[in-house]
């Protein structure tokens, strides 16, 4: 069989080496701690899944959903959103639900880009955002992020003549995978941008409300307060434990969810209606879930750095998200899916290989803090091991 081209490029995956290996490691009957994946660990709350399992014996959710019938979860979203970072917004033609925040950034490129076309990316950034490029026949043009930017783009190094073909710059802060965070400045420098070479504006917003103490977070809209060219993308995987089932939302520009939801229409049908209901409830209901899985991940992160500290491998304390980014120590500073690969093999850890996530992440792995403080602490130990046996402990 003959395949389109736009399929070569999604075929390079080292998450997918990453998986062979730790099918091996399982195989081989090591008990594997998986810190490769941002999957959350902590159960649903509580409210969310009554109001799903209240639906299924409700036979008026068991159809198709149309755009109105998702009107409920879009004034939900309205609301919380203006409540939270006091920008109005038109639950009728600025919010778009959708199965994912991904499924969104991932259509997107769909509607801004004819093949040819450049999109500005981070690098490291999160692989479906190359994806939907590729998907689009677009171009993606990495922003490189480097550590002493504060893993910020230096709009500056981006050459003109790629700027002049550019129609579409995507940013994520708080960012999966380094944990950097951006201020409003930077978001004006972004716009200002943007303005210049009449780009769209993506700001992907996965972790919104998982900054620490200190951290930032703000919204897009509050610097394109009159949404003249950007849409954020968020998500209900992160903030409210429902990664499974697949519920996210874009508010943006109007234009910008026009043409997202014309894509969408070809695609599919929404979210199912229960899962809608579940999405409700979280976005209306107490917050204190958020709140307490906030202090957990903080916790957590506490707990890891200290053990990585007390093994001789330092790491900077992330201001937000559920990942550490952490530099490899020698010998394996330009292999870390070597490393990640070996771990695995060697003793049951799996962690995310920085070059998976671009060619600038190279050099640094990403640790998910899926587990307990013990069984990080487990994790740790595990790979003082390995750093000994397998060279020096840096
Ligand atoms: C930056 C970023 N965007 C999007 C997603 C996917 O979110 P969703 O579950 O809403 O598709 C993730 C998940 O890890 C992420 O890190």
């Not at 499924?103 to 040819?116: D, M, R, V």
């Not at 981006?158 to 380094?178: D, F, G, Q």
């Amino acid at each position: 069989m003959r395949f389109a081209d736009r399929i070569r490029p999604l075929q390079f995956n080292v998450f997918a080496e990453m998986d062979r290996a730790k099918a091996a490691a399982i195989a081989a009957g090591l008990e594997i701690i998986d810190l490769s994946l941002g999957s959350v660990d902590l159960p649903t709350p509580e409210p969310v899944l009554e109001a799903i399992a209240a639906s299924l014996g409700d036979s008026s959710t068991h159809g198709y959903q149309l755009f109105r019938n998702t009107q409920a979860f879009r004034q939900a979203v309205a609301a919380r959103y203006m409540a939270t970072f006091g920008v109005p917004v038109d639950p009728e033609t600025e919010v778009l639900a959708l199965i994912g925040s991904q499924e969104g950034t991932a259509h997107l490129p769909l509607a801004i880009l004819n093949p040819g076309d450049v999109a500005l990316l981070q690098d490291p950034g999160y692989p479906s955002h190359y994806g939907g490029v590729y998907l689009a026949g677009g171009e993606p043009y990495p922003m490189a992020l480097r550590a002493e930017k504060g893993f910020l783009p230096d709009f500056d190094e981006i050459p003109p003549e790629v700027a002049a073909r550019s129609r579409l710059m995507v940013l994520n802060y708080p960012h999966n995978p380094t944990t950097a965070t951006a201020n409003v400045a930077f978001f004006e420098r972004a716009l200002a941008f943007c303005d210049r070479h009449d780009l769209v504006l993506v700001h992907d917003f996965a972790y919104d409300g998982m900054v620490f103490e200190g951290g930032e977070q703000p919204s897009i809209f509050q610097v394109d307060r009159d949404k003249r060219r950007s849409i954020e993308f968020f998500t209900l995987s992160k903030a409210f434990n429902m990664g499974g089932f697949r519920i996210g939302y874009a508010i943006g520009n109007r234009e910008l969810i026009q043409v997202l939801r014309q894509i969408k229409a070809v695609v599919d049908f929404n979210q199912y209606a229960g899962v809608l209901r579940g999405a409700i409830a979280a976005l209306t209901g107490p917050q204190d879930s958020r709140h307490e899985r906030l202090a957990i991940f903080q916790e957590r992160r506490d707990a890891f750095i200290q053990a990585m500290a007390a093994i001789g491998w330092a790491v900077p304390t992330p201001k937000a998200t559920m990942f550490v980014w952490a530099k490899l120590p020698e010998p394996w500073t330009t292999r870390s899916v070597d490393f990640c690969t070996q771990l695995v093999a060697a003793t049951g850890v799996a962690v995310a290989p920085g070059f998976g996530f671009g060619p600038s992440g190279e050099g640094y792995v990403r640790f998910a803090l899926v587990q307990d403080p013990t069984g990080l602490q487990v994790a740790v130990d595990r790979i003082a091991r390995f750093l000994q046996t397998s060279g020096r402990s840096q």
